[in-house]
C-alpha cells in the first residue's frame, strides 16, 4: 500500500481538533473502548491491511449500488465521477490502516476533525478540486453507514484467523472504532450541540 496519498495530510500540520482530550477520552468510555480493543486492532490490521483494496471494493460495490450514496461523489453534472471516486479510495485505504495502527492521540483527533469538515459543507470537493452537484454527506448516512462498513469487515477476519474468540475482540474492536470515528465526525454538523 501507498504510505500516502494525494490530499492526505495526517502527517502534515494540522489545525488542532475542537475536541480535547478529555472528550475523546469521555467518548471512548462511551463505545467501551479497552486497552485489549487497540491490541486487538493492531491484530485486524495485519488481517485487513493487506486486503484494503478487496475491502474497498466491497465498500465501493456497496456505494455505487445505492444512487443517493454515490450521488455524493458527482461531478457537475450529476453523474458519478470516476476521477473522484478514485481519488477520495487511495485515502479510505490508508484509513484502513490508520484506525488500525495509529495511536489515538492529538493528531489522530486532528485528522479526524479534517476528515469530518471533508464530509460537511465546510470542506467537501475541496481536497480533489472537484466541481461537485454534491455539497455534503448527509449526517443521517454518515452515521448509517457505520453497519454496513462493520458488517462487512467480519468474513476478512474470520478468513485471517482461525480462533472464534479472537475473531470476535477483532470485530468489536473495529465496531468500536468506526463509531468513535463517526462520532467526531459528527461535530461539524452540530458544533454547539454535540
Ligand atoms: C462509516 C462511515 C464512513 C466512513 C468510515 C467514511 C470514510 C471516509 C474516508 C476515510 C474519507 C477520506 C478522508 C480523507 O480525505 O482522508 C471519506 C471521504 C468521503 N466520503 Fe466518507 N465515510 C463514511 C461515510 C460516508 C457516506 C455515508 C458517504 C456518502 C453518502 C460518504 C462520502 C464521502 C465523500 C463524498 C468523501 C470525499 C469528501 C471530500 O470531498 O473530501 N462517506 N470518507
Known amino acids: ?26 467518548l471512548k468510555a462511551s463505545v467501551a473502548w479497552t486497552d485489549r480493543d487497540r491490541a486487538a486492532l493492531r491484530r485486524a490490521g495485519q488481517i485487513l ?45 490508508l484509513w484502513i490502516r ?13 485528522y479526524q476533525q479534517e ?8 470542506r467537501k470537493n475541496q481536497t480533489d478540486h472537484v466541481d461537485s452537484s454534491s455539497s455534503y454527506v448527509p449526517l443521517r448516512h454518515l452515521i448509517a453507514l457505520v453497519a454496513p462498513v462493520t458488517l462487512t469487515i467480519r468474513p476478512f477476519l474470520t478468513d485471517g484467523e482461525s480462533d472464534g474468540a479472537q475473531v470476535d475482540a477483532m470485530y468489536a474492536a473495529w465496531l468500536k472504532a468506526v ?16
Open 98 to 110: 490508520d484506525i488500525c495502527e495509529r495511536d489515538y492521540d492529538q493528531r489522530w483527533l486532528d
Open 1 to 26: 500500500m501507498n504510505s500516502t496519498a494525494p490530499g492526505y495530510t495526517y502527517d502534515q500540520t494540522l489545525a488542532p481538533s475542537p475536541v480535547s482530550m478529555g472528550e475523546l477520552d469521555e
Open 179 to 194: 463509531t468513535l470515528s463517526v462520532a467526531l465526525w459528527a461535530r461539524s454538523y452540530a458544533p454547539s450541540t454535540w
Open 49 to 93: 491491511v493487506p486486503r484494503a483494496e478487496e475491502i474497498l471494493d466491497v465498500w465501493y460495490g456497496f456505494v455505487g449500488s445505492h444512487s443517493h450514496l454515490v450521488g455524493t461523489f458527482a461531478a457537475a453534472d450529476g453523474q458519478p465521477s470516476g476521477e473522484y471516486l478514485a481519488a477520495v479510495r487511495k485515502r479510505f485505504a
Open 115 to 122: 476528515i469530518s469538515l471533508r464530509h460537511h459543507t465546510e
